[in-house]
T-cell receptor, first 114, second 113 residues
Framework: AQSVAQPEDQVNVAEGNPLTVKCTYS??????LFWYVQYPNRGLQFLLK??????LVKGSYGFEAEFNKSQTSFHLKKPSALVSDSALYFC????????????FGQGTTLQVKP | EPEVTQTPSHQVTQMGQEVILRCVPI?????FYWYRQILGQKVEFLVS????????KSEIFDDQFSVERPDGSNFTLKIRSTKLEDSAMYFC???????????FGQGTRLTVV
């Protein structure tokens, strides 16, 4: 069965510092991997995805993520955090052969302090 | 930019009542989904819909739930007899084609009292 783990409930960083939000996955075959962000009382906004190709993918708002097949990880990164990046981040996985449903991790709250 | 829209944004209903949550997916999208998020918990898949039929449903999606796409634009989720534990944020999503990212609506917060 597919699963996604985000081992940290919360990540705290100072503004201007690099940030990493961790994600590991378990899926049969080659996965499609996604990151979404959720601001308070809002829907999920797509940040970036890995389908195939270069292991480093770049997305919205300066975020990037690195796909590591041997470690089954897809960590979200940003070189310099902004206070406005503070939100709830979800990693999600989809098997290529299935109906397109997403399996989400439990979410990581990112707190960026000035 | 095209977006998925959901109405209402907040619905309060009495236990045992029927509710219909409405969604207008992006117009050229082919795959449609409902997810829910109980407060403080992760987002859970409920059902996927393609070619006018359910393609997959989770164990949460029992006989109390149904989905319809009655007119080619709206996509609805009906809960026939709501329970307290149905209180959650419900998200609609759509995808243009497999391999593409899902676009989510802003959600409907359902409160069952």
């Amino acid at each position: 069965a597919q699963s996604v783990a985000q081992p940290e409930d919360q990540v705290n960083v100072a503004e201007g510092n690099p940030l990493t939000v961790k994600c590991t996955y378990s899926v049969s075959g080659n996965p499609y991997l996604f990151w979404y962000v959720q601001y308070p009382n809002r829907g999920l906004q797509f940040l970036l995805k890995y389908i195939t190709g270069d292991n480093l993918v770049k997305g919205s708002y300066g975020f990037e993520a690195e796909f590591n097949k041997s470690q089954t990880s897809f960590h979200l990164k940003k070189p310099s955090a902004l206070v406005s990046d503070s939100a709830l981040y979800f990693c999600a996985v989809r098997e290529p052969s299935n109906t397109g449903k997403l399996i989400f991790g439990q979410g990581t709250t990112l707190q960026v302090k000035p | 930019e095209p977006e998925v829209t959901q109405t209402p944004s907040h619905q309060v209903t009495q236990m045992g009542q029927e509710v219909i949550l409405r969604c207008v997916p992006i117009s050229n999208h082919l795959y449609f989904y409902w997810y829910r998020q109980i407060l403080g918990q992760k987002v859970e898949f409920l059902v996927s819909f393609y070619n006018n039929e359910i393609s997959e449903k989770s164990e949460i999606f029992d006989d109390q739930f149904s989905v319809e796409r009655p007119d080619g634009s709206n996509f609805t989720l009906k809960i026939r007899s709501t329970k307290l534990e149905d209180s959650a944020m419900y998200f609609c999503a759509s995808i243009a084609r497999k391999g593409f990212e899902a676009f989510f609506g802003q959600g409907t917060r359902l409160t069952v009292v």
